[in-house]
């Protein structure tokens, strides 16, 4: 999953959330999180690749926040790969205690270049369309996305930003660090552990209600604020076209203006991926 050049979707219960009413938070639209980009170790004789992956989640927060819902969830993904550049992906989610439960399905494209010689500096720009399960005005079926990624060694940082519109239209951000410390390497495989440090910010409507005497007025704001903080543990294995990665992550939900005592939340995650050049 890092050994490779690719711009992918991993799709992951990390969803936007949009407050339109006073201690109320609804569901915005989902946000898809990039595959990280590493040091290349696929054969470029070959123009065409498929990775797939399969992700399951031990519990389900939405921004890091917990609403009292038990619930596990996974992901199928598969993506294609046209040279080092164009790609397309189809995923969804499983939510187990959602109706219906296979709650999306998300088609993605993008396209991706290096700003410098070195190829240090990557920039990444996709579009998604997302068909929901259900039907709700305020979800956002669609997605553009920008992601910026400078890579040395073993340190990666990405910048990413999009826009979701189709519904309650809203923007954000997303702010991340890395390092890999290789733990064990050989010919055959390699076992690496690569914390991960994270930030999500996002446009919310804000309702406050501003009462004087016997009327009462309720005013509207929008506000680009910290939504969620995420401190990710992962140790992966990489044996051959295969990749096995255990995740240990651990959310700090940022509250808003209607939120107070917002809990630390954690979760586990595990991947397997296959990469094959076609």
Same mark, same amino acid.
């Given at each position: 999953m ?7 979707f ?6 936007i959330?949009?407050?339109?009413e006073?201690?109320d ?7 898809d999180e &990039? ?6 170790l696929?054969?470029?004789?070959r123009?065409?690749?498929l ?11 939405f ?13 199928p993904n598969?993506s294609?790969?046209?040279?080092q %550049?164009?790609?397309?992906? &189809?995923g969804?989610?499983y939510?187990s205690e959602?109706?219906p439960k296979?709650?999306?399905?998300s088609?993605s494209s993008g396209?991706?270049v ?5 190829? !240090?500096i990557?920039l990444t720009g996709?579009?998604?369309r997302?068909?929901?399960?259900? %039907?709700?005005?305020? &979800?956002?079926p669609? !997605?553009?996305?920008l992601? =910026?990624v400078?890579?040395?060694?073993n &340190? !990666? ?5 999009g826009y979701?519109?189709?519904?309650s ?8 660090g890395s ?10 495989w ?10 999500l910010?996002?446009?919310?409507t804000v309702s ?6 016997i ?5 509207d704001q929008?506000?680009?604020e910290?939504?969620?903080t995420?401190?990710?543990l ?8 295969w ?6 992550k651990?959310n700090f939900?940022?509250? =808003?203006n209607?939120e107070s005592?917002?809990?630390t939340?954690?979760?586990?995650t595990f ?8």
């Amino acid at each position: 999953m890092k050994k490779i050049i690719f711009i992918g979707f991993f799709l992951s219960p990390f969803l936007i959330f949009s407050q339109i009413e006073e201690e109320d938070i609804i569901l915005d639209s989902v946000l898809d999180e &990039l595959f990280k980009t590493d040091e290349p170790l696929i054969d470029y004789d070959r123009s065409d690749y498929l990775y797939t992956t399969f992700s399951f989640d031990d519990r389900v927060y939405f921004s890091g926040r917990d609403f009292g819902i038990n619930q596990y969830s996974f992901t199928p993904n598969i993506s294609y790969m046209r040279g080092q %550049n164009f790609f397309l992906s &189809l995923g969804s989610a499983y939510f187990s205690e959602l109706d219906p439960k296979w709650d999306f399905i998300s088609l993605s494209s993008g396209y991706s270049v290096f700003l410098d010689q070195s190829k !240090r500096i990557n920039l990444t720009g996709i579009y998604s369309r997302i068909f929901f399960s259900a %039907n709700a005005d305020e &979800l956002n079926p669609n !997605r553009f996305a920008l992601s =910026l990624v400078y890579h040395k060694k073993n &340190l !990666r940082t990405r910048l990413s930003g999009g826009y979701l519109f189709g519904g309650s239209s809203s923007i954000y951000t997303s702010l991340s660090g890395s390092y890999d410390f290789t733990l064990f390497s050989n010919d055959l495989w390699d076992l690496t552990f690569g914390p991960e440090f994270s930030f999500l910010m996002s446009e919310q409507t804000v309702s406050e209600q501003i009462s004087s005497g016997i009327f009462t007025q309720q005013i509207d704001q929008d506000v680009f604020e910290l939504i969620n903080t995420q401190l990710e543990l992962p140790v992966e294995l990489d044996f051959g076209s295969w990749d096995f990665e255990l995740a240990y992550k651990i959310n700090f939900p940022n509250p =808003l203006n209607s939120e107070s005592n917002l809990s630390t939340t954690s979760f586990f995650t595990f991947t397997i991926g296959y990469f094959v050049g076609l």
